[in-house]
């Protein structure tokens, strides 16, 4: 990035890269980082090209990352270009990008190597918490059990107020999940 131009972490983008260059640069900033919280079809489309268009180094779990590599292998008929990932991530780590400070967190359930970003009292939840919803477990390698844990984490971990930006849908609070989502009425008893 050239000197003074404040720098973005993309997470997640489900739009097209044209679409994220474009709002980037309305706000003027640079892509420092693209960070993905898993590899489900509709988070990875567009990745390659808002990597090469940025020059961003993306990040991902490193459980994930052959899908992100080889996409016609697991979504055959879905055109999406492969990209191989700079960086691999395991859950636990602290990573500082854009003058924040992000905690990755292992959430599995909605996927097997799905990543959650903490950071600055923000959670990025991708698919696994939700306005009002859970991340869908009827998928291949997802399971149930295993995604109430990793919201039960979530919420051990981080505060009430924590504000949630989920992977589809409006933000949201953990606390207010905590309170009313009615697939967490096991967490609440």
Same mark, same amino acid.
């Given at each position: 990035?050239?000197?003074?131009?404040?720098?973005?972490?993309?997470?997640?983008?489900?739009?097209?890269?044209?679409?994220i260059?474009?709002?980037?640069?309305?706000?003027?900033?640079?892509?420092?980082?693209?960070?993905?919280?898993?590899?489900?079809?509709?988070?990875?489309?567009?990745?390659?090209?808002?990597?090469?268009?940025?020059?961003?180094?993306?990040w991902?779990?490193?459980?994930?990352?052959?899908?992100?590599?080889?996409?016609?292998a697991?979504?055959?008929g879905?055109?999406?270009?492969?990209?191989?990932?700079?960086?691999l !991530?395991?859950?636990?780590?602290?990573?500082? %990008?854009?003058?924040?400070?992000f *905690?990755?967190v292992?959430? =599995? @359930? /909605?996927? $097997?190597?799905?990543?959650?970003?903490?950071?600055?009292?923000?959670?990025?939840?991708?698919?696994v918490?939700?306005?009002g919803?859970?991340?869908?477990?009827?998928?291949?390698?997802?399971?149930?059990?295993? !995604?109430?844990?990793?919201?039960?984490?979530? %919420?051990?971990?981080?505060?009430? *107020?924590t504000?949630?930006? =989920? @992977? /589809?849908? $409006?933000?949201?609070?953990?606390?207010?999940?905590?309170?009313?989502?009615?697939?967490?009425?096991?967490?609440?008893?």
């Amino acid at each position: 990035a050239e000197r003074g131009t404040p720098e973005a972490v993309v997470i997640d983008h489900v739009g097209d890269a044209a679409k994220i260059r474009l709002e980037l640069a309305g706000m003027g900033a640079a892509c420092a980082r693209i960070l993905l919280t898993h590899t489900h079809y509709d988070h990875i489309g567009a990745v390659a090209d808002l990597a090469e268009g940025t020059g961003a180094k993306v990040w991902i779990s490193e459980l994930e990352a052959p899908v992100l590599e080889n996409p016609s292998a697991y979504y055959p008929g879905i055109p999406i270009r492969a990209h191989a990932a700079e960086a691999l !991530l395991a859950g636990g780590e602290t990573i500082e %990008l854009a003058g924040l400070s992000f *905690e990755t967190v292992q959430v =599995p @359930g /909605h996927s $097997p190597g799905h990543l959650a970003f903490y950071a600055d009292e923000c959670l990025f939840s991708g698919d696994v918490l939700f306005a009002g919803s859970v991340g869908r477990t009827d998928l291949p390698m997802a399971d149930w059990e295993t !995604l109430v844990e990793s919201i039960r984490t979530l %919420l051990e971990r981080y505060p009430p *107020e924590t504000v949630v930006y =989920p @992977g /589809h849908g $409006p933000p949201t609070t953990l606390g207010a999940e905590r309170a009313g989502n009615p697939f967490l009425a096991e967490l609440r008893a």
